[in-house]
């Protein structure tokens, strides 16, 4: 069965940091692109970072770079999110996604929640 499944959300105070990990299965997750996606409470879903297949290039929206970065682990089949100083509008539910980055995204990952609140 193909499936992705986000973890590592949760309560952080301002300026500190969370993983978030996207494990795949059923797929080989280095053949596709993975996006991360954010959706803050009452707004749309917007794609904050991707992780290329063959190059693995990385690309980042412009209110994550310099403080979010994505990466690869092939024998776990697993994409990571590291968020370092996290601010209350990083508050939201992250998505991963199998897909083309900056294309069509074909598989979804279930959410995991993060609150930056102190």
């Known amino acids: 069965q193909v499936q992705l499944v986000e973890s590592g959300g949760g309560l952080v105070q301002p300026g500190g940091s969370l993983r978030l990990s996207c494990a795949a299965s059923?797929?080989?997750?280095?053949?596709?692109?993975i996006g991360w996606f954010h959706q803050a409470p009452g707004q749309e879903r917007m794609s904050i970072s991707c992780?290329?297949?063959?190059?693995?290039?990385?690309y980042y929206t412009d209110s994550v770079r310099d403080r979010f970065t994505i990466s690869r682990d092939r024998a776990k089949n697993t994409v990571f999110l590291q968020m370092n100083s996290l601010r209350p509008d990083d508050t939201g539910v992250y998505y991963c996604a199998r897909g083309e980055c900056g294309g069509y995204f074909d598989v979804w990952g279930q959410g995991t929640l993060v609150t930056v609140s102190s």
């Open positions: 059923g797929f080989a997750s280095d053949h596709y692109g």
């Open positions: 992780i290329g297949d063959v190059d693995a290039h990385t």
